[in-house]
């Protein structure tokens, strides 16, 4: 009787994958950051609640990135694609956070209640000129405004307007400016800057008429019970485009940024860059310096330059 002959290999179990066995990272757009987890769009429109790899930057809203599903409309984020723009702030430790991603404009709202703070308006404005994205101001609460504020209001606004940055003057309330509003977020993506009590929240309900409906559904798929009103959301507009929420500041610092740099971003400064005595001149007291003789000639806003001189000693 002849034994049967061995197999020249023993039986193994093939624990080769499948490359299909791999979920295959797909494209998202980020709509808000709880900061433990993130809530992305994926191409379906369908929200997913997601985790990022810890090697990752600070995720924000507006990024587009490339995730993998961990579980029915759970996933985690692998990678951001390359930004077009970022918006980012200077924190305590002088270390740039960023805001928001993928911006064209940044829009700077204001009201007479609580007053303008024009450095506050200026750091954004200087931001908005680095980044670069187009600024627009936005005069809110129109409707509030007895005689004496709106005069103060158009000053402001005819101060900002000499220099290139017109003003729009809204009304949630009565509708006033809505419209041109609507046609200049049509198709972009914008982000809402500004001081606490200005009107934001009333402008986007304005412009998002279902926005509870929006809140509720970030709220159910985020499973954190509640959407809050102090992470920086993105909602889709109507008319298309795309519309950022950010929570209200008492300060804005923006990224630091040499004398050269932040001369560039205050765009009056411009036609005399390059003319002073110095080639290091930084517009302080220096002799014949281009930017000085131009203030002084009422060529450069007086207040403006006072803004610069002051941001450079903080911005270093």
Known sequence: MSLPTPSAKPDTVNTTK???????????????????????????????????????????????????????????????????????????????????????????????????????IDKYL???????????????????????????????????????????????????????????????????????GVGKSSLIRRLLPDLEIVIGKLSEASGQGRHTTTATTLYHLPTGGHLIDSPGVRDFRPGPAGADELAQGFREFRPWLGQCKFNNCRHLDEPDCAIIDAEKQGKINKRRLESYRQLLTTTK
Not at 68 to 79: D, N, S, Y
Not at 157 to 175: K, V
Request: charged letters at 20%; glycine letters at 8%; hydrophobic letters at 40%.
């Open 18 to 120: 499948n490359p299909q066995d791999t979920p295959a990272p797909r494209d998202a757009l980020v709509i808000v950051n709880y900061g433990k987890s993130q809530l992305v769009e994926d191409r379906h429109g369908n929200l997913q609640r997601c985790v990022a790899r810890r090697a990752l930057d600070t995720i924000v809203s507006g990024d587009r990135v490339t995730w993998e599903a961990t579980g029915p409309q759970t996933g985690v984020i692998t990678a951001i694609l390359p930004r077009q723009t970022l918006l980012g702030r200077r924190d305590d430790t002088r270390r740039v956070r960023p805001l928001a991603a993928n911006i064209g404009q940044l829009l700077i709202v204001a009201a007479a209640k609580p007053a303008p703070e024009r450095l506050l």
């Open 126 to 196: 200087l931001a908005a000129e680095l980044i670069p994205v187009t600024p627009v101001l936005v005069i809110n609460k129109d409707d509030l405004l007895d005689p004496g504020e709106r005069n103060r209001l158009e000053c402001l606004a005819g101060e900002y307007a000499a220099i290139g940055y017109p003003a729009l003057f809204t009304s949630a309330l009565r509708n006033t400016g809505i419209e041109r509003f609507t046609q200049i977020l049509a198709g972009k993506t914008s982000i809402l800057v500004g001081q606490s």
